[in-house]
């Protein structure tokens, strides 16, 4: 046997060992990241139908974020203040955000087409109330 087949065999040995002995999840395949968590819808393929999850927060006369974009938005809202509303036309959509500290509004937004779509509150807040407005960016 010459010198370098017996470093080679020995090289190889190592190798075998530090498999061996390592943490499975060092060998384990990247997908798990993917697979959704309980209560999390799975995602298809197209980038379109990607779901968002956004946290806004409304107060006197303002959403935070106003621009979103995505086809399906998971949307949790909290108020700030008093009550608002949480009202998009095109889609259908007319809710209560409760006032601080009395709960949040959870909805689904989900766009059949592209398009920018109007959210603004229903619920008289005040002098600005007319101006509250965001909107949710579908693109195609
Ligand atoms: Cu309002």
């Known amino acids: ?27 384990a395949p990247a997908v798990e990241a993917a697979v959704p968590e309980a209560g999390q819808v799975a995602q298809v393929a197209q980038p379109s ?6 946290r806004i927060a409304a107060e006197r006369f303002y959403f935070t974020p106003s621009r979103i974009k995505g086809t399906i ?39 059949t087409q592209a398009g920018t779509y109007i959210i603004e509150c229903s619920r008289p807040c005040g002098a600005g109330h007319n101006t509250m407005r965001g909107v949710i960016i579908v693109e195609e």
């Open 1 to 27: 046997m010459k010198p370098t087949d017996h470093c080679i065999s020995e090289m190889i040995l190592v190798a075998l060992l530090l498999y061996a002995l390592a943490p499975a999840a060092l060998f």
């Open 73 to 111: 938005v998971e949307i949790v809202a909290e108020s700030e203040d008093t009550s608002h509303g949480f009202h998009i036309p095109a889609a259908g959509i007319d809710a209560l955000i409760p006032a601080r500290g009395k709960g949040e509004l959870r909805l689904r937004f989900e766009a």
């Open 49 to 54: 139908q990607t779901v968002q999850r956004v």
